[in-house]
């Protein structure tokens, strides 16, 4: 609740503070600072050499990024302030020794949250669901470099065994992450060895961009069950190790996700009802749900958990999900594709799909089909 005569920017800041704390960060005055009290701290009114930033963040007493607040009504026009908030980034703050500018920028009126990763290549702002975990956060600073700077020195693809639409597809894919398209959509033919071309991408995303954790997405029960055994059979061509020797493969069956699986195989339907902390009877994953002719009740939306925040995985891999991202199911979605920091999402199909892909990477040089964008959500060619 907000405080009677608040004005609008400190309504902002209630809502913000009530957000990091959702995240796992400690708010304090600048007053009565404790960097002990948990490793995640957010100071108010931090001092720098050109004036207060609304917050600056700190993780295990190092400063990693600030926080520029703005009130509710600033939602459409909160990109404005990007360069008033990289200047406090880049200011020298008062009684730390910052010798480079803070790399995590954010802009919020607690609504409507936008994010900048200054190691990214071509650093640009994005919205997100809310503020990243400050174990996230370290992690990320413990890397030499940002996830998308990692994929444009991933090495050429090893040919050996594969097939001329595959290398085709797992080179476009790979083309379309150093451009910044972290939607591609994979379009291959019947037969042609498609969740065979998403493996080896996984494979690659794991050994040579350090992605942390890969979700592959499907809508049947049956679908997660092959592709779990394909995962177990999978041998890469640089190894004589199979893939589950070399990474954690687990295939979501309860409401338990280890956190040390690199890969986690899941229906849609599980991860709503993870996300949403809700059993789900196993029958609910025979059939896919988008063939349902029973239409479901207006559901409650999807909420923070902070057990599977929005930047639990690296890479989404989203296996003929076309038929049921959409109604109910699109909050799963959305809800991770708002972390599109590090979010990336691959949508693997056969033949052709029009709707959620930012370019259709041809996996058939026979397929004749247009590339096609999204504009205000819908399709074009």
């Not at 476009?172 to 498609?194: I, W």
């Not at 229906?267 to 349902?292: C, F, H, V």
Request: net charge negative; glycine share 4%; with cysteine.
């Amino acid at each position: 609740m907000t405080t009677p005569n608040q004005n609008p920017e400190q309504i902002a800041r209630d809502q913000i503070d009530r957000h990091l704390a959702e995240a796992g960060w400690i708010v304090q005055d600048k007053t009565a600072i404790d960097f002990s009290a948990r490793p995640g701290i957010a100071v108010r009114e931090y001092q720098n050499d050109i004036g207060p930033a609304d917050y600056v963040l700190f993780v295990a007493q190092k400063a990693g990024g600030v926080i520029e607040a703005q009130p509710q009504e600033w939602g459409h026009k909160i990109t404005t302030v990007e360069e008033q908030s990289g200047s406090y980034a880049a200011a020298t703050l008062k009684w730390v020794n910052n010798k480079e500018p803070l790399p995590f920028v954010y802009e919020s009126t607690g609504i409507i949250t936008r994010f900048t990763d200054g190691r990214d290549p071509k650093p640009r702002s994005r919205e997100v669901f809310t503020f990243h975990r400050p174990e996230t956060m370290a992690e990320w600073l413990s890397k030499r470099a940002s996830l998308r700077a990692r994929l444009q020195t991933m090495p050429p693809l090893n040919h050996s065994g594969l097939r001329d639409c595959q290398i085709t597809a797992i080179e476009n894919l790979e083309k379309s992450f150093k451009d910044d398209r972290p939607r591609p959509l994979v379009q291959m033919a019947t037969g042609s060895g498609k969740t065979y071309t998403a493996i080896t991408s996984v494979y690659r995303l794991l050994k040579h961009a350090d992605a942390k954790r890969i979700l592959f997405l499907v809508d049947t029960k049956n679908l997660g069950e092959q592709a779990e055994q394909e995962f177990m059979a999978y041998l890469p061509n640089d190894d004589n190790r199979k893939f589950t020797e070399l990474y954690n493969v687990q295939r979501l069956k309860s409401s338990f996700v280890a956190k040390d699986s690199q890969v986690c195989i899941s229906t849609i339907q599980r991860m709503y009802a993870l996300l949403k902390g809700e059993p789900l009877d196993e029958a609910a994953e025979e059939t896919n749900p988008a063939e349902s002719m029973v239409k479901p009740k207006q559901p409650l939306p999807v909420v923070y958990n902070e057990k599977i925040p929005p930047e639990f995985f690296d890479f989404i891999i989203i296996d003929e999900c076309h038929r049921s991202i959409y109604n109910l199911w699109r909050q799963v979605i959305e809800y991770f594709e708002s972390a599109v920091l590090q979010e990336f999402f691959l949508f693997f199909v056969e033949f052709i799909v029009l709707g959620i892909a930012d370019e259709i990477i041809r996996g058939e040089k026979k397929t004749a089909c247009a590339a096609c964008r999204i504009s205000n959500g819908l399709a074009r060619n």
